[in-house]
Structures are given as C-alpha cells and as structure tokens.
C-alpha cells in the first residue's frame, strides 16, 4: 500500500522559508514523478511543482516559480519543497502526490496517491 507522509509545515513570518518533506513508501517509484499541490481554505487544490523520476526535469506553476524549489532523493524515496520569500497568499495545506509517468500535468486527477497534507500558514 502505497504511503505518502508529508512533514515539515508551520507557522513562518512573511519572507521567511520553510522546507517540506514527504516521504514516499509501499512500492518501487521507478518512473514516477513526484509532486506538489495545495489547498487554501474555500479554494480548489492547486498544483505547485512536480519532478521527475530521475530529479532532472521540473515543472512549476508560473506564479511560484523562483520562490519555490523541488527537488528528490531517491535513495530515501523522499521529495522537498523549498519556500523561499513566502506571502500570505501561500497559507494552505499543501499535499504530497504521485503519478507514473511525466511531469507536466497539473490537474488533481492525473495523480494516483496522495499524502494527508501539512499546514502551512504565513503571518503577514
């Protein structure tokens, strides 16, 4: 059975940074991207970064590119969200997922598992 554990949310001043962590168990994840979405209260799940299997392909929502970081290690089926510079606006649970297959897709349902999510919330 697959498991998606997130890790690493809290509360930050606007500007600080926050570092997320998922670790990913239950199957070899060969060929799967890995990736971010989140969810801010009233709103839809939104898609954040994803990373390829190999780590040497990412993809980003436009609006978060440059602030936010993806990367993976492999040898410990776990994937990072750096967040730099981080506003108000980022407060949401934000939740790890994975899919089989390439990176550039950001709809909720081109994903096969998902994490139970971490609060993120920024003080403005």
């Known amino acids: 059975q697959v498991q998606l554990v997130e890790s690493g949310g809290g509360l930050v001043q606007a500007g600080g940074s926050l570092r997320l962590s998922c670790a990913a168990s239950?199957?070899?994840?060969?060929?799967?991207?890995m990736g971010w979405f989140r969810q801010a209260p009233g709103k839809e799940r939104e898609f954040v970064a994803t990373?390829?299997?190999?780590?040497?392909?990412?993809f980003y929502a436009g609006s978060l590119k440059g602030r936010f970081t993806i990367s993976r290690d492999n040898a410990k089926n776990t994937v990072y969200l750096q967040m730099n510079s981080l506003k108000a606006e980022d407060t949401a649970v934000y939740y790890c997922?994975?899919?089989?297959?390439?990176?550039?897709?950001?709809?909720?349902?081109?994903?096969?598992?998902w994490g139970q999510g971490t609060q993120v919330t920024v003080s403005a």
């Open positions: 239950g199957r070899t994840f060969s060929n799967y991207a």
């Open positions: 997922t994975t899919r089989r297959g390439g990176i550039y897709y950001t709809g909720k349902g081109d994903y096969e598992y």
């Open positions: 990373i390829s299997w190999t780590g040497g392909s990412t």
